[in-house]
């Protein structure tokens, strides 16, 4: 199983980037899926999940209104669309996923597959 995402770059601030994610030996149609970040000297924080149908979403508070997950299972994808970034985004972000929907929603983030972190980086 592989997650591969891709995307990160060097933006200013209140631009804009897309991180797409793109998952290949499992079925990625029967995996929630979820969007982490870890910036320099900081915990993992969870951003955003999706679920498997693309029916149900959530957010962290500090993204709520700019970022956007969404999924095209028919290309094996997952993608976070992010506006207005802000300095405090800089991390790199992590793809997740997991079959069980309360995997996704605790704490723990005990995914069943990782992908590898693509850097964001906001300048002021």
């Known amino acids: 199983v592989q997650l591969q995402a891709s995307g990160g770059g060097l933006v200013q601030a209140g631009g804009s980037l897309r991180l797409p994610c793109a998952a290949s030996?499992?079925?990625?149609?029967?995996?929630?899926m979820a969007w982490l970040r870890q910036a320099p000297g900081k915990e993992r924080e969870f951003v955003a999940a999706?679920?498997?149908?693309?029916?149900?979403?959530y957010y962290a508070d500090s993204v709520k209104g700019r970022f956007t997950i969404s999924r095209d299972n028919a290309k094996n994808t997952v993608y976070l669309q992010m506006n207005s970034l802000k300095p405090e985004d800089t991390a790199a972000y992590y793809c997740?996923?997991?079959?069980?929907?309360?995997?996704?929603?605790?704490?723990?983030?005990?995914?069943?597959?990782w992908g590898q972190g693509t850097q964001v980086t906001v300048s002021s």
């Open positions: 997740a996923a997991d079959a069980v929907w309360a995997v996704v929603r605790s704490t723990s983030w005990n995914f069943e597959y």
């Open positions: 030996g499992l079925t990625f149609s029967n995996y929630h």
């Open positions: 999706i679920s498997w149908s693309g029916g149900t979403t």
